[in-house]
Nanobody, 124 residues
Framework: VQLQASGGGLVQAGGSLRLSCAVF????????MGWFRQAPGKEREFVAA???????FYADSVKGRFTISRDNAKNTGYLQMNSLKPEDTAVYYC???????????????????WGQGTQVTVSS
């Protein structure tokens, strides 16, 4: 299984970006999909996830600004990021996993497959 993340870039504070995560080798509808990020000098942190039922989960820091979604026909997941802040600057990674329960959906160790990461830089 390969995940390919794209859509990162440089944006001013208050702007928007949409990240994409194309999945190759498996059908995305059978997987929980998540987005994580890692800023320089910081630990990787959970951003958002969507499970097989379409239920979505967000970190408090992005709730109301980011929206995760999936298009099963295109085998692709998305992260729409609005009202971006400088503190959102990080490398963003998409991930996929099976059998992840709600109570552990924010734990990156539960995910089996990871994309290569895409840089998001928000200038003030």
């Amino acid at each position: 299984v390969q995940l390919q993340a794209s859509g990162g870039g440089l944006v001013q504070a208050g702007g928007s970006l949409r990240l994409s995560c194309a999945v190759f080798g498996r059908t995305v509808r059978n997987y929980v999909m998540g987005w994580f990020r890692q800023a320089p000098g910081k630990e990787r942190e959970f951003v958002a996830a969507i499970n097989l039922s379409g239920n979505t989960f967000y970190a408090d820091s992005v709730k109301g600004r980011f929206t995760i979604s999936r298009d099963n026909a295109k085998n692709t997941g998305y992260l729409q990021m609005n009202s971006l802040k400088p503190e959102d600057t990080a490398v963003y990674y998409c991930a996929a996993g099976r059998g992840i329960i709600v109570s552990t959906i924010q734990d990156g160790r539960q995910y089996d497959y990871w994309g290569q990461g895409t840089q998001v830089t928000v200038s003030s």
